[in-house]
């Protein structure tokens, strides 16, 4: 963030990854909407995009690249920026991404190390999509899986909807409302950033399982043994600073997510404005817990 004078801030963010799904076009989708996600979770507006390419030119044709690049460009069009240019370079495996900037009035600035006691924590999409990526990536590259399986992945064409989803209109709400704090849910999963705030802002968070919204068929894959790496190295790396009752929920809530919703500590006061707010917008919102006083962790009941 730069303050650039008494009201107005800039903020940039950069982000990218390999393909999640197949389809060249909607991969640029979800890897636009993806970069935006901090600007939102900022409580900024995009004003500039610069595309991020990496394309093994020896190996796919350029039209790939193409609709790659073309996917990104609907989507900044959807969220009312231009993409005014880039860089790419050649790679062994496609990546795509953004380089994102944004403005926020000084006084809107939403960060993520400002939780209280007390606020209440909401979420904007369901979790999950992961798993059902790898799970997808598995059955897409084993004939064995496939004949398993039979189609695609149970669950996965549901979260591809909510990946290509910005988080804007969750971003507009939470502006209107104000909140204490708020983060998007991205590679870190669901405890990571949640971890993220509570180290930043001093706090501790209490969860109720039973509210954390799941994408369809998560469960199921998670119980065949599918995972990205990052799902597990999160899994590895935030165990001391949490408390669980299942080891196939605490999974869940370190799944590696794409493109995720926004997750934010709301003091109680305005919990019903921001119900009533996201109600109006016809846009999702779970209540999923409370941020608490004390020891930094997260207890999942």
């Not at 909607?26 to 600007?39: Q, R």
């Not at 606020?119 to 999409?125: E, H, Q, V, Y």
């Not at 704090?181 to 501790?204: K, N, Q």
């Not at 995972?227 to 799944?255: H, L, Q, W």
Request: some cysteine; glycine content about 12%.
């Amino acid at each position: 963030m730069f303050r650039i004078d008494g009201t107005r801030a800039l903020v940039q963010t950069v982000d990218f990854f390999t393909p999640v799904v197949d389809d060249p076009g909607l991969f640029g989708e979800i890897a636009a909407a993806n970069s935006l996600s901090d600007i939102y979770a900022m409580g900024a507006t995009p004003v500039l995009g610069l595309a991020l390419a990496m394309f093994p030119t020896d190996k796919l044709p350029l039209s790939v690249l193409e609709e790659i690049l073309a996917g990104g460009g609907r989507k900044a069009l959807e969220a009312g920026f231009p993409i005014a240019g880039g860089h790419t370079m050649i790679d062994d495996t496609p990546k795509y991404g953004l380089a994102v900037t944004g403005f926020v009035d000084v006084d809107r600035i939403v960060r993520n190390s400002t939780a209280c006691p007390g606020d209440g924590l909401f979420l904007t999409k369901p979790i999950g999509n992961g798993i059902l990526v790898s799970a997808y990536r598995a059955v897409t590259t084993s004939s064995r899986l496939r004949r398993s399986f039979a189609k695609t992945p149970r669950g996965f064409d549901v979260a591809v909807d909510w990946m290509t989803k910005l988080n804007r209109e969750a971003a507009n709400v939470m502006g209107e409302v104000g909140v204490s704090a708020a983060t998007d849910v991205t590679g870190y999963g669901f405890i990571g950033h949640l971890l993220e705030m509570c180290e930043g802002s001093g706090v501790g968070a209490r969860i109720e399982v039973a509210e954390v919204p799941v994408l369809e068929g998560t469960r199921d894959y998670v119980r065949k043994g599918f995972a990205p790496a990052g799902s597990i190295r999160n899994e590895s790396s935030f165990r001391d600073r949490v408390r669980t009752k299942s080891e196939e929920d605490y999974r869940i809530m370190c799944d590696a997510q794409t493109s995720g919703g926004l997750l934010m500590a709301v003091p109680k006061d305005r919990e019903r404005s921001l119900v009533d707010g996201f109600a109006e917008a016809n846009v999702f919102l779970r209540k999923v817990g409370e941020i608490t006083d004390g020891e930094v962790r997260i207890d999942l009941e």
